[in-house]
């Protein structure tokens, strides 16, 4: 069973005159597959995340997240099903600059409905894990970009999710700390996550095992070799 199968999902932005992002488009995303999306601005690269992230609907089409039927879940079903298997990582990454990088992480736990008892070790495990245990006490507006980063993937993984969804996750940032973001996304997905991620770098597609690329909200496949 895949985890995310979408069929002829279309959507359509109803403004005037209408928008249609996304027009036909089939993805399915297995257990553990990193999979990039590529995609000119405006092609309906993050329209595409937030339907999988169940952040907005299919104006039409089928959605299942693993074998479930959401494309029309209510609030409080995609609330439950958000915080049981997606993790987001974000263009902007949304840290919160005015806490420190252990609140953010605290924080996000307490959003997921952890148990407070749970909380520390979580946070520090995590901390560790992507490097930034030296930067617990230190406020989020401090850190440097890749730091930024790599506070948002801790974010997103300590809930240990199935689906990570990134976009644009390595850019601005230099090789090392590209090569760094990507390194914690393989360790994710050696444990069975899938990956989703938007991204305009080649790199990050080669790392990818598969590569689809939207055109006017229509989705086509990339052979390696365009890489
Ligand atoms: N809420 C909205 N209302 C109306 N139109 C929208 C809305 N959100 C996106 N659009 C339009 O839908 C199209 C796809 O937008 P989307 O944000 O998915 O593109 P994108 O591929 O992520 O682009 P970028 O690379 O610039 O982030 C664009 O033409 C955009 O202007
Ligand atoms: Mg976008």
């Known amino acids: 069973m895949s985890l995310v199968e979408l069929s002829e999902v279309t959507k359509t932005y109803d403004v005037s005159p ?9 993805l399915t995303v297995g257990e553990g597959e990193r999979v990039a999306v590529l995609g000119r601005s405006g092609s309906g690269k993050s329209t595409l995340l937030n339907i999988v992230g169940l952040l907005d609907e299919p104006s039409s089409g089928s959605y299942l997240l693993a074998g479930r039927d959401v494309a029309a879940a209510n609030d409080k079903v995609r609330d439950g099903l958000r915080a049981a298997f997606l993790g987001f990582v974000f263009q902007e990454s949304h840290v919160l600059g005015n806490r420190t990088v252990a609140q953010n992480v605290w ?15 979580l946070t520090q495990g995590v901390l560790e894990r992507v490097g930034l245990t030296h930067r617990s006490d ?36 230099d090789d ?37 690329r939207l055109v006017d909200g229509k989705m086509q496949p990339v052979l390696r070799s365009e890489l």
Request: hydrophobic share 45%; with cysteine; aromatic share 2%.
């Open 138 to 173: 230190s406020l989020g507006r401090l850190l440097s970009g890749g730091e930024k980063q790599r506070l948002a993937v801790a974010r997103a993984v300590v809930t240990s999710p199935k689906l990570l969804l990134a976009d644009e996750p390595t850019g601005n940032l």
């Open 176 to 212: 090392a700390n590209a090569a760094s973001i990507l390194d914690l996304f393989d360790s994710q997905s050696a444990t069975g996550v899938a990956v989703l991620v938007i991204t305009h770098d080649a790199r990050t597609a080669r790392w990818a095992d598969r590569v689809v």
């Open 107 to 121: 924080l996000g736990l307490m959003a997921s409905g952890v148990p407070r008892a749970e909380r520390g070790d």
């Open 18 to 26: 209408p928008v249609h992002a996304l027009c036909g488009v089939n």
